[in-house]
């Protein structure tokens, strides 16, 4: 349902503009990344259609005082989210730059759904191929508090 949707939405926008539409869509680039810590979620603003496509996923809200810190994590340089996959992939700056870590997310329209009450923007995000978790940095109270979430780490 979700790849027709996608499909039909980048079909009409690339007939208005008179672009051709390639046979599979692309992950797309995230805008934004907020996190909530009311609810356990994060948020990813896509780069998609009209602007108001979103992927979001659960996550562990922990204040960085409050657990010692995961060895090694490494900064993220690039995050894409796919609406077919249902997949969001960051890419880590690690040994030779093809280290990749992505999760599982859901994809919406904000249209479709009503909009999580206060996310947080994301000030920094890094991933750890030793623990398997992605951990943001989110910009609330004292500026400690991290959001973390497990993900699957390969050399592509």
Do not use: E, I
């Not at 894409?80 to 969001?88: E, F, H, P, R, S």
């Amino acid at each position: 349902m979700m790849r027709t949707l996608l499909h039909a939405t980048a079909a009409a926008a690339a007939l208005t503009l008179g672009l051709t539409v390639p046979a599979v869509a692309a992950p797309v680039p995230v805008k934004a990344l907020n996190c909530d810590g009311d609810t356990g979620r994060c948020t990813a603003d896509l780069q998609f259609g009209d602007g108001r496509w979103k992927a979001d996923w659960g996550v562990t809200v922990f204040h960085s005082n409050a657990r010692a810190a995961a060895a090694a994590p490494v900064p993220v340089t690039g995050l894409t989210c796919d609406g077919d996959t249902y997949k969001c992939t960051a890419d880590l700056k690690f040994g030779d730059g093809r280290w990749k870590a992505d999760w599982r997310v859901n994809v919406f329209h904000t249209n479709a759904r009503a909009a999580a009450a206060a996310p947080v923007p994301v000030t920094g995000l890094t991933c750890d191929g030793d623990t398997y978790k992605c951990t943001a940095d989110l910009k609330f109270g004292d500026g400690r508090w991290k959001a973390q979430w497990k993900v699957n780490v390969f050399h592509q």
